[in-house]
């Protein structure tokens, strides 16, 4: 079969799934071979690795740019396990560069370190740090634990030291940190969600003990790949003992709509060498930011960019901040019940009564979200909720008192039978996965939405269950529900989008936010008790009651100005 070299191979939908292939463009590869050899100087000969060839264009760039500045390559060595992949790389290399020594093997890389550690050894352990690597090039495949298998998952957790949700390409880093000489360079083509997520903290933390990180480019949504990732360039040099003092650098870019033009550039890597709103040739807009990496206190802490604005703005923020959402109470993520299809209904009501179960309870799904009051008119869902309380804990209704549930789950009994892991887990076949609290379904709830472009905060006063599709809040002390108010007012504020910026500013395709437990648990409040408070409280309470009346642009607008002047800011300043 004939490889047609001048275009990517093409890589169907399930397949990238399956194997979290996703091939480099050839700007992105350009840019990540320059980064690599401008930081590299002076250098006579390399090693070079590509764990993951692909189709070559990561090696092929940094074949040119070391070729460029008069380095020699002792060897280009890559692995990839697709063979026509493969062969486009073998071609493209003997091609465009004849004199390099290409070492190809049709392997996964991952795998030759397995079956090291399975023989009791580390990955390539019998080699001399002068025998390693001393440049790496990478875009490794990412591919979700769930994808993976569970097996392979914990297979490579145990390997490399990983815990929480494994991604395939968290094992890569740990992998290539062994392989990489000391002081050596590597350019790593991530997903940026390992920045911001408790799955990625073993992986930041490695990272962190393993190299000294040089320079992070988020590049969020430039859609730079053909799949939905949100890529991110690490630039890294393997520890050599000595500690760097040098603060590692951060740039991003996101879209941005309307905002001023600062700067043109030809396309998004371009727009990278500017700092502010820059427009590409296509006429979409980025905001480019350049600050350093902050990592926090611990691996629990989020990467983020920090600039002199953002700490000064983050530092006014905590000066004037009287607890957190996480302090109010836990911040749960809503049921599941692995068999929608069974639990949760529209058409109860069509129902004979003498076939209805009992055990039906109201509904919250996001597509009743709406800021500070639910659109309680367009509920519509139920869900058989078979749970309750007895001494402060969970139990799971006895079905005799219950006929009508009974016949109910019955008829679905081979459909709940099927969820294998709910009686492994020693539970009854027709139990919800993840039930929550029922003894806290009755108490005033904050709920929010997962991703949205803005804010999505609203009041449950109605005693409903949660869906699995949104997040909730409630007081541990009852007599503080005031709080709730307090974080509802803020969090549907256009300072909360402020601070998520700043502090996170980890966003999806076209602006969406991801409001994840562990960002909205760090939001801050003021101090309810003072004249401020007590305001931003009243006009939110104001606001549940009047919405969805025309009257809340004005109130919304007056509570806005009261929670910029409870943090110490003016709405001027806030960006």
Known sequence: MRIDESAALPVSDEARKRTGSHYTPASLAQFVARQIVNTLGTCKAAR?????????????????E????????????GYETNHLALQMTKRRLARTFPTVPAILHEADFLKVALADFDAGETLFSNEADEQKYGLIIANPPYVRTQVLGAAQAQRLAKQFGLTGRVDLYHAFIEAMARVLQPGGLAGIIVSNR???TRGGMSVRSGILRKFDVLHVFDLGDTKLFEAAVLPAVLLLRRKNG???????????????AQSRIEHTAKDVISA???????QIQSGDKYLVRKGKLECGRDSSDVWRIATAHSNRWLGTVTEHSYCTFGNIGKIRVGVKTTADKVFIRSDWERMPWDRRPELLRPLTTHHIARRFKPKTELRTAEIVYPHYVVNGNREVVDLDHFPRTAAYFKQHKAALERRTYVTEAGRKWFEIWVP???ELWPQLKLVFRDISETPTFWMDTEGTVINGDCYWLTCNNL???????LALGVGNSPFIEAFYDHRFHNKLYSGRRRFMTQYVEAFPLPNPDTAVGREIIGLTKDLYDLVPSPETADVERRLNLLVWRAFGLGEEISR
């Open 194 to 196: 390992f920045m911001t």
């Open 48 to 64: 070079v690795l590509d764990p993951a060839v692909g189709d070559g264009e990561l090696l092929c760039a940094l074949a040119g």
């Open 436 to 438: 929550q609290d029922p």
């Open 66 to 77: 070391l070729t460029a500045c008069g380095t020699e390559i002792l060897e280009a060595v």
């Open 272 to 278: 990278l060498d500017y700092d502010g709103v820059v």
């Open 242 to 256: 000595q500690s760097s003092k040098r603060s590692a650098c951060f740039t991003s870019i996101y879209s941005v």
């Open 479 to 485: 007599k503080d529900t005031d709080l709730l108010w």
